[in-house]
């Protein structure tokens, strides 16, 4: 008997990196939606899937390609999260930080004067 889509979710648990999941995983797997995860497939951004066999309409990815693509995303955040914080560690420049500011001025009407009755 088949699983509903909720149960195999449970299931899915570590990639064998022999193993191949299907693109019906996907949101599990990269937290993509069928659209986006064909979106993103296109544009590069997750690993190409692969026809089970060459007859089947079926598609997937096998658990080595998976786990290579969590690799790249760690080394990506590690990287940003690098770059952050040497961002964060620069100091304002100091004719920028003696500049005097200006406070801009609202340009308004004059005020109307009522009239006393």
């Known amino acids: 008997m088949t699983r509903k889509r909720h149960a195999v979710r449970h299931m899915l648990g570590k990639i064998d990196p022999a193993g191949f999941y299907r693109t019906t995983l996907s949101e599990e797997i990269f937290g993509l939606g069928p659209q986006a995860t064909a979106d993103n497939e296109e544009a590069g951004d997750i690993p190409p899937s692969s026809p089970i066999s060459p007859s089947s309409r079926f598609r997937g990815w096998y658990g080595q390609q998976i786990l290579d693509h ?19 560690d620069q100091l304002q420049p100091k004719a920028l930080a003696d500049a005097v500011k200006i406070r801009k001025q609202k340009l308004r009407p004059p005020a109307k004067q009522r009239e006393s009755a």
């Open 70 to 88: 969590r690799a790249n995303m760690q080394k990506l955040a590690a990287e940003q999260l690098e770059a952050k914080r040497a961002a964060a």
